[in-house]
């Protein structure tokens, strides 16, 4: 008895400590880094500066042209390995312009990097630069290949505009039931949308936007066409950044008048693309059910772009649908049907033990993997109820608001706010609550719902960053603004648009105009 008394004394610290070690070592794996990586701070900084080490770039031509003057495409392409050096390499290889130098860049758009997905999303986009300076129309087939899944990418708008700079690009436009025609709808549906996400004005006039969108029209099927939908719905968002692209270019009016024209031939179809969308959101909902696959996928992508009340074709469909139930409950947030809110509060009752969640003590960093069961969609039913006011819906999402679990905690309480509260004392205690969070994104997420409702502290909180000596503040300041649809601050937004920097006006115009959209669908 004593020896294991002694055992037990020796042996326990001991085991405290390894299991401290242990949990230290999963807290680290479970939550991952955040840190931004190597390979995105170099890119980062060679954008803004738009300098280059060119002795890197000259010393891999120089190893690259004695490797393939031997004929050794092999010995290049293991070269080819991911980090700093790639954007260099693959630069090298462009610089070279052999035709072995372009098989081999086309060669790696089939190769998956990193597990990384922004590191992944860089090389992909160095590598649709550096083969559309070659000018090989050979490649734009392996461009299309690999744009479904660059696309989606975060950087995927600037894979997609690349791509449709292609010469050759409108000729796939015209051949919307072919797989690479639908890839190309995908390609020009990303590069549009990429206008409003940091695509530099000057490049509608390179990728003659205004004639593709021509040919998407003039190509268009008469049954269901999500993705022609889809590229439409942008084109006309495109038409509502006109005086932002003006802006932009006010001190070159040759570029300036070119662009003009492009926008114009978008416009000339405005009334028809009207009537079409219309007709469209009829024509895709009776055929829902006897969809499947990648067809569905893109018709609910449509019917969301066109923010369509669909609940009487998708709640029949949702118990027996896997793969796109998240994007079916997403689509649901534009309904009115009264049997929706009740619906989403139920299923995910019945899937995720909330109250029991609610008791752990809250985490601040996100964690790696999803919390809840493996493929149940909690986040976008907390997001689609946003669109559902009522009493239970409120205490539903204060009740998600006090969740371990920080990107749950988050999606709860960025849907409070839409619609003055109707448990008034619950949602704002709540919200209060979750300004002290200890996780930063559930603390801004918080001080923006309490902005939608007026809360003074909140504004003047956003007032400050937006008017703050730091270029990137307000910028950031000015997209979580429009994010978060707080439109009490749109006098401020106006003030910015006359800032003397002009990025700083530029993302302030961008958040006046998705203001306005949202009020605009809102009345209708």
């Known amino acids: 008895m004593m020896v294991a008394l002694i055992l037990t004394a020796t042996l326990m610290p001991l085991l405290l400590a390894a299991c401290f070690v242990l949990g230290r070592c999963w807290q680290r794996y479970w939550c991952g880094n955040d840190a931004i990586s190597e390979v995105s701070r170099q890119h980062i900084e060679i954008f803004q500066t738009g300098q280059l080490n060119e002795a890197a770039v000259e010393s891999a031509k120089r190893r690259f042209r004695a490797l393939l003057e031997n004929g050794d495409e092999r010995g290049v392409e293991a070269s080819l390995r991911p980090g700093v050096q790639y954007f260099f390499q693959v630069r090298a290889l462009a ?3 052999t035709d072995a130098a372009g098989k081999i860049l086309e060669r790696q758009l089939e190769r998956r990097l990193s597990n990384n997905l922004l590191d992944q999303s860089w090389y992909w986009v160095d590598l649709a630069v550096n083969l559309r300076m070659l000018q090989r129309q050979e490649s734009l087939p392996y461009l299309l290949g690999c744009a479904p899944v660059a696309c989606e990418s975060p950087l ?10 292609y010469l050759g690009f409108a000729g796939y436009l015209k051949q919307p039931d072919t797989p690479m025609g639908r890839s190309a709808l995908h390609v020009a549906f990303r590069a549009i949308d990429g206008f409003r996400s940091g695509i530099q004005p000057h490049l509608v006039l390179e990728s003659q936007v205004g004639e593709l969108v021509e040919m998407v029209w003039d190509h268009r099927p008469t049954g269901p066409a999500p993705l022609h939908v889809r590229v439409l719905v942008e084109s006309l968002r495109l038409l509502r950044r006109e005086a ?8 070159e009016p040759a570029e300036q008048e070119a662009i003009d024209w492009q926008l114009a031939r978008i416009a000339a179809l405005e009334p028809e693309i009207r009537d079409f969308l219309k ?10 059910p006897s969809m499947a696959g990648q067809e569905l996928t893109d018709s609910l992508q ?16 949702l118990p027996n649908v896997l793969e796109q139930r998240g994007l079916m409950i997403e689509v649901l947030r534009w309904s009115r049907d009264s049997r929706v809110g009740p619906w989403l509060r139920d299923y995910a009752r019945a899937n995720v033990a909330m109250e029991k969640r609610a008791k752990r003590r809250a985490v601040a960093d996100m964690p790696r993997q999803s919390t809840v069961p493996a493929g149940f969609p909690y986040v976008e039913i907390l997001l689609s109820l946003r669109g559902h006011p009522s009493v239970e819906t409120e205490q539903f999402l204060v009740i998600a608001a006090q969740d371990w679990d920080p990107r749950i905690r988050m999606s709860a309480v960025s849907s409070l706010g839409w619609w ?7 949602v704002r205690a709540c919200l209060v609550q979750c300004k002290r969070d200890p996780c930063p994104e559930v603390r801004q ?27 990137r503040q307000v910028i950031e300041a000015s997209l979580l603004i429009a994010r978060e649809g707080l439109t009490l601050l749109w006098p401020d937004l106006d003030r910015l648009v006359d800032s003397d920097n002009s990025d700083i006006a530029l993302h302030a115009s961008e958040a006046i105009q998705c203001l306005a959209e949202e009020m605009e669908q809102a009345r209708s």
């Open 279 to 288: 007709n469209q959101s009829e024509i895709l909902l009776p055929v829902l």
């Open 244 to 251: 932002n692209f003006r802006f932009a270019l006010r001190d």
């Open 95 to 97: 610089e070279l312009g």
């Open 420 to 426: 003055e509260p109707i448990v008034g004392a619950a």
């Open 445 to 471: 997420t918080a001080r923006a719902a309490l902005a939608r409702l007026g809360e003074r502290s909140s504004l003047h909180w956003f007032r400050q960053t937006m008017f703050s000596d730091d270029a």
């Open 302 to 317: 449509a019917l969301n772009d066109m923010r369509v009340n669909a609940a009487r074709e998708l709640l029949p469909l």
């Open 156 to 165: 995927g708008h600037f894979f997609a505009i690349e791509t449709i700079c």
